[in-house]
């Protein structure tokens, strides 16, 4: 069974850095092809892409926000961690993990499959 | 960067309807394409993926379609469950962009 859970600070003041941590089960960031990737979704405003960092880490940034974000993994722990600096009340959002595969073996059809349960996290002094 | 345009931004349909969302990419993304449903206050969860792949578990009214820059998701009949906002995504490359979302309401 695959499982992603994301955790962090619910409540951050601006200008401050937000760490959030993804844990999951199930799978291995250590597999070839495999990765893992961060979504936000402001409140009812559409899906936004962040980061993803695959099994070899290569690291991929969202260009707009590139210059404040940081993806990092630890495999033996299961986690993947995504800090992102100056937080601003724009950043409120539900962020999300999920993990980024091809659905058919040795293609480069990747795409988000499973999903965390996301967590909120509001900007405000 | 590949900009993707989904449209409708919303509809109404009733149970049984037949209901087409259409994406279009800014350049040519081959069959590089997503399709996400999302319920409210959950995440969202993927039904299509190669833009006509149906992913295991999702039933078979929903059905992609579409090459290139112009792609269509298709739900044969809707069911009530199926009343939720829908999103494509292109997976040609970074960064990837998802399109703003199709909300399907009753009728």
């Known amino acids: 069974q695959i499982t992603l859970k994301e955790s962090g600070p619910t409540l951050v003041k601006p200008t401050q850095t937000l760490t959030l941590t993804c844990t999951f089960s199930?799978?291995?960031?250590?597999?070839?092809?495999?990765?893992v990737g961060w979504i936000r979704q402001p409140p009812g405003q559409a899906l936004e892409w962040l980061a993803l960092?695959?099994?070899?880490?290569?690291?991929r940034y969202s260009p707009s926000l590139k210059s404040g974000l940081t993806i990092t993994k630890d495999t033996s722990r299961n986690q993947v961690v995504l800090t992102m600096t100056n937080m601003d009340p724009v950043d409120t959002a539900t962020y999300y993990c999920?993990?980024?595969?091809?659905?058919?073996?040795?293609?480069?059809?990747?795409?988000?499959?499973?999903w965390g349960q996301g967590t909120l996290v509001t900007v405000s002094s | 960067d590949i900009q993707m345009t989904q449209s409708p931004s919303s509809l109404s349909a009733s149970v049984g309807d037949r209901v087409t969302i259409t994406c279009r990419a800014s350049q040519s993304i081959s069959n590089y394409l997503n399709w996400y449903q999302q319920k409210p206050g959950k995440a969202p969860k993927l039904l299509i993926y190669?833009?006509?792949g149906l992913q295991s578990g999702v039933p078979s009214r929903f059905s992609g379609s579409g090459s290139g820059t112009d792609f269509t998701l298709t739900i044969s009949s809707l069911q009530p469950e199926d009343f939720a906002t829908y999103y494509c995504q292109q997976s040609y490359g970074t960064p990837l962009i998802f399109g703003g979302g199709t909300k399907v309401e009753i009728k």
């Open positions: 199930g799978f291995s960031l250590s597999t070839s092809g495999v990765g």
């Open positions: 999920a993990r980024y595969t091809p659905q058919s073996s040795g293609t480069y059809y990747n795409s988000f499959d499973y």
């Open positions: 190669a833009a006509s």
């Open positions: 960092i695959y099994w070899d880490d290569d690291k």
